[in-house]
């Protein structure tokens, strides 16, 4: 099971983004996807999380100005990302939570990480 995220890139204060991330593989199903961002010399933070049934979860700094949006039949999940500022400024992961997959004979269950995918707002 492999994520490829895409859609970084730099935009201005204000401006618009939207990441794709799209998971690949022998999969059944997955229970969450969401993203992460790293900012420059701080931790690793929920941005956006998406349950299977569609409940969402925002951080606080991005609520009203991101969205989370999921394609099942596509194991694919999407961030708009709106009203950007220079704090926004990070790496961006996708993260796979309870992927349930084949692997050889068997059905197993893990959790994966998808690349790192640069997000630069300028000011």
């Known amino acids: 099971v492999q994520l490829q995220a895409s859609g970084g890139g730099l935009v201005q204060a204000g401006g618009s983004l939207r990441l794709s991330c799209a998971a690949s593989?022998?999969?059944?199903?997955?229970?969450?996807m969401g993203w992460y961002r790293q900012p420059p010399g701080k931790e690793r933070q929920l941005v956006a999380r998406?349950?299977?049934?569609?409940?969402?979860t925002y951080a606080d700094s991005v609520q009203g100005r991101f969205a989370i949006y999921r394609d099942n039949a596509k194991n694919t999940i999407y961030l708009e990302m709106n009203t950007l500022k220079p704090e926004d400024t990070a790496v961006y992961y996708c993260?796979?939570?309870?992927?349930?997959?084949?692997?050889?004979?068997?059905?197993?269950?893990?959790?994966?990480w998808g690349q790192g995918t640069q997000v630069t707002v300028s000011s």
């Open positions: 998406i349950r299977s049934d569609g409940t969402t």
């Open positions: 993260r796979a939570e309870r992927v349930r997959y084949t692997s050889g004979s068997f059905v197993a269950t893990g959790d994966r």
């Open positions: 593989g022998s999969i059944f199903s997955i229970e969450r």
